[in-house]
T-cell receptor, first 120, second 111 residues
Framework: AQKVTQAQTEISVVEKEDVTLDCVYE???????LFWYKQPPSGELVFLIR??????QNEISGRYSWNFQKSTSSFNFTITASQVVDSAVYFC?????????????????FGKGTKLSVKP | EPEVTQTPSHQVTQMGQEVILRCVPI?????FYWYRQILGQKVEFLVS????????KSEIFDDQFSVERPDGSNFTLKIRSTKLEDSAMYFC?????????FGSGTRLTVV
């Protein structure tokens, strides 16, 4: 059965520190998709990244970077030079299978989230 | 950028009452979902909907819940006879194969 584990419940850092949020997943499918979402205090879910199981290239987007390693079933997220506005709960999620259009339509399985507090 | 719209943003209801949560998915999307997040907990899958029928549902989605796409634009979640433990944030999402777009959620409070 599929499962997403975010072992870090809460992390507190001081502004400008780098921080890595861990995500470990379990799935029996060979085709799957991994996601990161940000949930600020206002409550909405903000999409950050989607990665499919065939693409192990790391990705960088500004201060954000993601490290996908199939060998360890991990999809970790690093924020470089953290800012107060990065304070939020971050969720890692997994979607299995590819249907129809070949994209990700299976339901999302979320981890429990990591609450990041960035202090000035 | 296209959005998923949810109304109302906050609803308070008496225990035992029926509520309908409304969502307008992105117009060319074909897959629709409802998720629930109890305060401080993780986001949980409730149900997915495709081609005018439920394609998958979780254990949470029991007979108390139903979904409907009454017209070409709305996607609703009905909760019959609400219980205190139904208090949560309910998210609607739609998907066209390239990623999920979530609405901003409806916070349901059952008193």
């Amino acid at each position: 059965a599929q499962k997403v584990t975010q072992a870090q419940t809460e992390i507190s850092v001081v502004e400008k520190e780098d921080v890595t949020l861990d995500c470990v997943y379990e799935t029996r499918d060979t085709t799957y998709y991994l996601f990161w979402y940000k949930q600020p205090p206002s409550g909405e879910l903000v999409f950050l990244i989607r990665r499919n199981s065939f693409d192990e290239q790391n990705e960088i987007s500004g201060r954000y970077s993601w490290n996908f390693q199939k060998s360890t079933s991990s999809f970790n997220f690093t924020i470089t030079a953290s800012q107060v506005v990065d304070s939020a709960v971050y969720f890692c999620a997994l979607s299995e299978g590819a249907h129809g259009y070949g994209g990700s339509q299976g339901n999302l399985i979320f981890g429990k989230g990591t609450k990041l507090s960035v202090k000035p | 950028e296209p959005e998923v719209t949810q109304t109302p943003s906050h609803q308070v209801t008496q225990m035992g009452q029926e509520v309908i949560l409304r969502c307008v998915p992105i117009s060319n999307h074909l897959y629709f979902y409802w998720y629930r997040q109890i305060l401080g907990q993780k986001v949980e899958f409730l149900v997915s909907f495709y081609n005018n029928e439920i394609s998958e549902k979780s254990e949470i989605f029991d007979d108390q819940f139903s979904v409907e796409r009454p017209d070409g634009s709305n996607f609703t979640l009905k909760i019959r006879s609400t219980k205190l433990e139904d208090s949560a944030m309910y998210f609607c999402a739609s998907n066209q194969g390239y990623g999920y777009t979530f609405g901003s959620g409806t916070r349901l409070t059952v008193v």
